[in-house]
């Protein structure tokens, strides 16, 4: 079983919407809780970044490019985390993985997320 399971990727009109999400079947609860869990997206030939982030306080924070558009969610009883995402771009199309960011699990396939004008 993978230790992390994205979903939800699609091909989406700029202007569209989509919601992620992302599963750690393998994480211990009490472990899920107190991570700091982030979505991360690589574009096309480029570095994989991190673009929303949220700690076990639910606090959240995004890259200024997702900043207002963006808005990530978690639920410790099911070691889910959420991504919705508005207003897409051309330039938000990649593939969209999970991890936590204080100490990476092996990443998962993630979810391709594509954007079209």
């Known amino acids: 079983q993978a230790h992390l399971v994205e979903s939800g990727g699609d091909l989406v009109q700029a202007g569209g919407s989509l919601g992620l999400t992302c599963k750690a079947p393998r994480m211990i609860t009490s472990t899920f809780k107190s991570a700091i869990m982030g979505w991360y997206r690589q574009a096309p030939g480029k570095q994989r970044e991190l673009v929303a982030s949220?700690?076990?306080?639910?606090?959240?924070n995004y890259v200024e490019s997702v900043k207002g558009r963006f808005t990530m969610s978690r639920d410790s009883s099911s070691k889910t985390v959420y991504l919705q995402m508005h207003s897409l771009k051309p330039e938000d199309t990649g593939v969209y993985s999970c991890?936590?960011?204080?100490?990476?699990?092996?990443w998962g396939q993630g979810t391709q997320v594509t954007v079209f004008s």
């Open positions: 949220m700690t076990a306080g639910r606090e959240a």
């Open positions: 991890n936590r960011v204080n100490g990476a699990l092996p």
